[in-house]
Each structure stands twice: as C-alpha cells, then as structure tokens.
C-alpha cells in the first residue's frame, strides 16, 4: 500500500500466488521482511461464512496474518497509551491473499465473508506470553 496507514507501525501488503505445472507457492513470510522479532507460534485458521474471531491488544506480542484464501474484513483499533496514534480504528476488506501486521497494543478482529477463508497466524510469542 502506498498510502499511509492511519495506525502507527501498521503494515499491509498482498501476497503473491506463484504457480508452477507442479502446482501453486504462497510465501508468507521471509526473514527479510523484518517483521517478526522472534518467532513465538504459527496456527492455520478456517473461518467458515460470516464468522469472526476477537483478539484484545496483546501488550508485548506482534502477530502477522495471512489470508491465503476467501475473502475476509479486518479491522484495527490502537490502543497503545504511548502511540501517535491511540484511539485510531482502521478497517479492510480483503479478498485475495493478503498479509496483515497487527502490532503489539493493538486489538484485532477478522470476519469472513462469502464463502468462508482460510488464514495463517504466526506470532512473536505465544497466547499468554508476556516476555
């Protein structure tokens, strides 16, 4: 995206889809993107139509989320007291393979839509780690 984003460290990009005769590639994320500071768990999620799943600002962890398939709307909300931007919500529908950064100190929330989706969770600590 190149607009800016209305949430401090936030990060969205598509992913792309490489296909080969021997079937279909959907890098997710590489060491080079710097978006990880350390890997803590990685969780697929299947979300069946109009489903959503909640997570409140975790205080320490970062997590990025791919869509790999479906189409899905996220939405943000910054509840970090030290950011530039705190209070500020966001919202996004995506419909093709997607990546999503949601930074520690802010509060997630995916829906599905038509048809349901399937998505990758990867995080920099696991639910319940605050180190």
Known sequence: ?????P???LYIRP???RTTPAGSTLTVLRYSDHLLRRFGFAEFHELAA???RAFGARPVADEVW???RGEVEFDWEDRREDSPTLGRTYHL???RPTLVLVPFGVAFRIRSLNGGAALVRLASHEDGDSS
């Open 66 to 68: 791919a869509l790999v």
């Open 93 to 95: 529908h995506a419909n």
């Open 15 to 17: 992913l792309e889809l």
């Open 1 to 5: 995206m190149h607009d800016p984003l």
């Open 50 to 52: 109009g489903h959503q």
């Open 7 to 9: 949430i401090h460290d």
